[in-house]
């Protein structure tokens, strides 16, 4: 059974800080990997989506890369600001089926 | 081009009545799942559709049901309300010749 993993819970930083939050899962059999980032109350909004057979995407200060051989993604945030405070959640596709299996999230908070 | 929709946004009902939930994909999608976020189970997966298709279902009881028309409108029904219930329900759309999924705004449901 896929299990997907965020670490950390929760983080504080000052506006300007290079940020790194993690994302493991359990099984490498993916489709696809997504990122999200959901503001309090709001749907979801993508992000970065990483096929399987790719190792990162970039869009403006996000970076994600992905090595599925560990179940591991990470997703870099070059230069943070507050607005980019927020929940960002990571979910996997399995192949074959539209289901995402989402991470627990990491509640991000970039203060002035 | 808009976005996924879901109607209504917010909805208060009591123990043991029944909702329906409708959510209007984006233009050109045929495919179509939901997910419910609740503080302490996070997003589970509900159901996908496609091509008025269930293709795929979540671990949650019959009380849960679903359907999706030709247009690709999407609704899902939930009987006998359980305070349990009390959740932000999303819906995604995604279209056949890409792999990301957009969300909607969702729809908040609180049991009383």
């Known amino acids: 059974k896929q299990e997907v993993t965020q670490i950390p819970a929760a983080l504080s930083v000052p506006e300007g800080e290079n940020l790194v939050l993690n994302c493991s899962f359990t099984?490498?059999?993916?489709?696809?990997l997504q990122w999200f980032r959901q503001d309090p109350g709001k749907g979801l909004t993508s992000l970065l989506l990483?096929?399987?057979?790719?190792r990162e995407q970039t869009s403006g200060r996000l970076n994600a890369s992905l090595d599925k051989s560990s179940g591991r993604s990470t997703l870099y945030i070059a230069a943070s600001q507050p607005g980019d405070s927020a929940t960002y959640l990571c979910a996997v596709r399995p192949r074959n089926t539209d289901k995402l299996i989402f991470g627990t999230g990491t509640r991000l908070q970039v203060f002035p | 081009k808009a976005g996924v929709t879901q109607t209504p946004r917010y909805l208060i009902k009591t123990r043991g009545q029944q909702v329906t939930l409708s959510c209007s994909p984006i233009s050109g999608h045929r495919s179509v799942s939901w997910y419910q976020q609740t503080p302490g189970q996070g997003l589970q997966f509900l159901f996908e559709y496609f091509s008025e298709t269930q293709r795929n279902k979540g671990n949650f009881p019959g009380r849960f049901s679903g359907r999706q028309f030709s247009n690709s409108r999407s609704e899902m029904n939930v009987s006998t309300l359980e305070l349990g219930d009390s959740a932000l329900y999303l819906c995604a759309s995604r279209n056949g010749g890409e792999d990301t999924q957009y969300f909607g705004p969702g729809t908040r449901l609180t049991v009383l």
């Open positions: 990483i096929q399987s057979s790719q």
């Open positions: 099984d490498s059999a993916i489709y696809n």
